[in-house]
């Protein structure tokens, strides 16, 4: 069964950092293009940051850019999101992505709250 799980969330002050993880289990999670995403009540989940599978290449929204960095150590590690200089508009639910032969998979999420 094709399974991800997120950690990491947590509540920091402006400016305080925290880093994310995406496990994977039922599937290695190199061998795929992994995408961190987060909503907000109300709002459509929006893309945040890409790791590619074929040479581990990064893509970030604008809005992270220079602030988030997500890597990969190998195939076989987590996923991570490490997010610096959060502001209060980063606060959100944090969802780590993966498509697999079509089919989307989620994580539950986990809470990312930074305070002014």
């Known amino acids: 069964e094709v399974q991800l799980v997120e950690s990491g969330g947590g509540l920091v002050q402006a400016g305080g950092s925290l880093r994310l993880s995406c496990a994977a289990s039922g599937f290695s999670i190199g061998t795929y293009n992994i995408g961190w995403f987060r909503q907000v009540p109300g709002k459509e989940r929006e893309g945040v940051a890409c790791i590619a599978k074929s040479d581990g290449s990064a893509y970030y929204a604008d809005p992270v850019k220079g602030r988030f960095t997500i890597s990969r150590d190998n195939a076989k590690n987590p996923v991570y999101l490490q997010m610096n200089s959060l502001k209060p508009e980063d606060t959100a639910v944090y969802y780590c992505?993966?498509?697999?032969?079509?089919?989307?998979?989620w994580g539950k999420g986990t809470l990312v709250s930074a305070s002014s």
């Open positions: 992505h993966a498509m697999i032969l079509g089919v989307a998979y």
